[in-house]
């Protein structure tokens, strides 16, 4: 009797199982059905050898093209190299003082080999393979010099698993054949009834068809099923957390007649846009609820998210309690705190010199702030004095207490994990309000958007005054002399009255990259760094006009101080990092070139050019790169430059990024848990994954009458994992 929970030496022996648990860390015969093959070859289609990536793990399907030995002289030793083809690619295998393997790879033999791929001469090859060679025979495998492990390869179509070093895909493959012969009849944890209307088979069914189709389209079939479960897992977590927050008693912030909110928006110079109306009276209604709300804003920079914001928090204080606004950075957080006072005026003066009798106080927070004033601030916060609070991750330290705390609210949310947002939610006596804003979604926000995590409301409309901003791709490797027109349109934009960023990677030419994964080391070029190109452009191309420099490493008041000189116009051109990705509002700048651009990610391209066509001045974006035509890198650039609109970069994001880890803090997507489900292709999945996870939840919300989904849930999701979600 072999179930899902037998281990793995108790049917494959102890050498296998050792092997498979080293290499891939499985251990049951439930773990290793559940590593899915990646895809499926099909006998007579070669694998695409233009599409090896260097320094990956690779199984590749090909055809011996020729064999040739050379001798290294001087040394024992002997070279055989293999080259192998698929269509007019070629790759070479190098055997090192292993001869006789001439007699197996002989011309027109197909094989699948496996090993990680380098690059000599600037030839892409595999060293010391490994490889099972396929016979010709309609009766299946050719048994001339073939290996015995072929009857696992005996059908139309053979699968390669994820490999590791030392453990080839068909070992694998041998591995998953021998357990899932024995093994029993695997009961499915869904009723019938979800079965049929989600139109999936059943999880045995699925659990073999998936390893050992007859057809694709059988895998399809077996493939929808386990993409679907995981899809309703997410969601049944998901549903739960909803149903709990639905329960859990909170304190209702109603709008107070004749309060802040009126006397706000009577003092705004500019009308809402009608998304602006809908979403202030959705979060207006959700904040008088007795239960938390729990809401994702996001829109386009400059779309008005933070007067939104700002509105809710002013709700909030109207019914006597107190709004933190929690920023990622010092310079954000001042930018806000700016804004703040400026938007309220005498309403953000409660208490002082021409303050209004109804207003509140305003406090900023942050890290590097004297002893005096944070102390101070704290005072404020802690007697209830200060209705509003912005500030960073100081707010989150323990010697930080609110009098009444009622609604956080989470600006580029991205920035922070969850524990950060936790820990500023658990100062509330009450489980408090929760709104999130993020300008460009990245990977994990996508994904939570898709599995609806989050209520969501979205702005597209630009508010009156915000011009368009138009995108260029500089590719200086094709055109060098578009490098010097940069700064002449620099000059141009500055002799209209009109000001620049110019943003640059690095600080200095000793600092490292960051590592988007998209330039190898050979493809790697001198990136711009801040200090040298700003002693460079002051002493040449932009010589006597008013060069400012901003970058991570200088004080607080330094940063301060270049960044008021740019706002104010005592600067012509500031020469940043991505100091200013976020946070810096200046409507006389209408220029930004981004100097080696393909070293930033999607959402940190869109967000810098947002700096800019903030005021009534067409904004223009001048992505520059040093990388060669048609590099992959490049063209990511020319798909930024194609839109404006962040939602669709945020795709364009997740598809470049891999898709993220729904249930895991990182936010990079290398690693994901979903190991079928895709959060681009499988929308309709999703939904009908939410719709079933919310009838189970309405009517069982601990599922004690369905103790299958209760154990599938504890299989699919550690409780670490599902913590995190709750606490998302």
């Excluded at 093959?37 to 090909?62: C, H, I, Q, W, Y």
């Excluded at 309609?138 to 994820?162: C, H, W």
């Excluded at 079939?221 to 977590?237: K, N, S, Y």
Aim: glycine share 8%; with cysteine.
């Amino acid at each position: 009797m072999v179930t899902r929970d037998t281990l793995l030496r108790d049917v494959l022996g102890g050498k296998s199982s050792k092997a498979v648990e080293k290499a891939l860390g499985l251990s049951t015969a439930g773990q290793l059905i559940r590593h899915y093959p990646r895809r499926f070859n099909e006998r007579g289609e070669l694998t695409d050898l233009s599409k090896l990536v260097e320094g990956e793990e690779v199984t590749v399907l090909a055809e011996v093209e020729s064999t040739s030995t050379r001798r290294i002289p001087g040394r024992k030793l002997n070279i055989l190299e293999v080259s192998i083809r698929s269509g007019r690619h070629r790759a070479t295998l190098s055997f090192f003082n292993q001869p006789w393997r001439e007699r197996d790879l002989r011309p027109g033999r197909h094989g699948m080999f496996a090993g990680k791929v380098t690059r000599f001469r600037d030839k892409l090859q595999l060293n010391s393979p490994d490889y099972i060679l396929l016979g010709e025979s309609e009766n299946g495998p050719d048994p001339d010099g073939a290996d015995p492990l072929l009857q696992d390869f005996a059908g139309a179509l053979l699968p390669v698993y994820p490999a590791a070093a030392g453990l080839p895909s068909w070992t694998i493959a041998r591995c998953v054949r021998l357990v899932l012969d024995s093994l029993d009849p695997v009961p499915d944890p869904l009723p019938a009834p979800v079965r049929d209307r989600a139109a999936v088979t059943g999880l045995d069914a699925a659990l073999r068809r998936i390893h050992r189709p007859d057809t694709m389209a059988e895998y399809h079939q077996a493939r929808r099923r386990l993409a679907f479960d995981e899809a309703l897992g997410v969601q049944l977590v998901l549903a739960q957390r909803r149903h709990a927050n639905a329960a859990n008693p909170a304190l209702a912030r109603p709008r107070i007649a004749g309060g802040l909110v009126e006397a706000f928006d009577r003092r705004l110079p500019f009308e809402f846009t009608g998304e602006q109306r809908q979403i202030a009276a959705l979060i207006e209604q959700e904040l008088a609820a007795a239960h938390p709300m729990h809401r994702l804003l996001q829109g386009e920079v400059g779309s008005g998210k933070t007067v939104l914001a700002l509105r809710a928090m002013l709700q909030v204080v109207d019914a006597g309690a107190q709004a933190a606004l929690l920023a990622p950075t010092e310079v954000l957080a001042a930018q806000h705190e700016r804004s703040v006072n400026d938007l309220l005026g005498e309403l953000a003066q409660a208490g002082r010199l021409g303050g209004s009798e109804q207003g509140t106080q305003v406090v900023l927070l942050t890290g590097s702030m004297s002893t005096p004033a944070r102390r101070a601030a704290l005072l404020e916060l802690a007697s209830g004095a200060a209705g509003i609070v912005i500030g960073t991750h100081a707010l989150i330290q323990d010697q930080v207490q609110f009098a009444e705390l009622g609604l956080v609210v989470i600006d580029e949310q991205h920035r922070f994990g969850v524990e950060q947002r936790d820990a500023l939610r658990s100062k509330a006596t009450a489980p408090p309000h929760l709104l999130v804003m993020t300008a460009t979604p990245i990977p994990r926000t996508v994904a939570m958007t898709v599995f609806g995590d989050l209520e969501v409301s979205e702005l597209h409309e630009r508010p009156a005054g915000r011009s368009e901003v138009i995108t260029q791709v500089v590719p200086v490797a094709e055109h060098p002399t578009w490098y010097d027109r940069i700064w002449q349109r620099v000059r141009e934009e500055v002799a209209r009255g009109r000001q620049a960023f110019v943003v640059c990677p690095r600080i200095g030419e000793d600092d490292e990259l960051e590592d988007i994964g998209a330039i190898s080391d050979e493809e790697a070029v001198q990136t711009a760094s801040v200090l040298g190109l700003y002693a460079e452009l002051s002493a040449g191309q932009l010589a006597g006009l008013r060069v400012g420099l901003l970058h991570g490493r200088m004080s607080t008041e330094e940063k301060a101080q270049a960044m008021t000189a740019f706002a104010a116009g005592d600067l012509d051109v500031l020469v940043a990092t991505t100091v200013i990705e976020v946070g810096i509002d200046v409507p006389n700048a209408s220029l930004m070139a981004i100097l080696d651009a393909d070293r930033f990610g999607v959402s940190q391209l869109h967000q810098l050019r947002g700096r800019i066509g903030r005021g009534a001045y067409e904004g223009v974006c001048l992505m520059h790169s040093q990388l060669p035509p048609g590099h992959p890198s490049l063209e990511r650039l020319k798909e930024v430059a194609k839109t404006a609109d962040g939602f669709a970069l945020a795709e364009l994001d997740l598809q470049q990024r891999r898709e993220g880890d729904v249930l895991g803090a990182a936010q990079s997507g290398r690693k994901s848990r979903l190991k079928l489900l895709s959060l681009l292709k499988d929308a309709e999945l999703i939904s009908s994954a939410r719709a079933e996870a919310r009838l189970v939840i309405e009517a069982d919300p601990e599922l004690a009458d369905h103790p299958g989904l209760r154990e599938f849930l504890w299989d699919s999701f550690d409780s670490d994992r599902t913590e995190f979600l709750h606490k998302s």
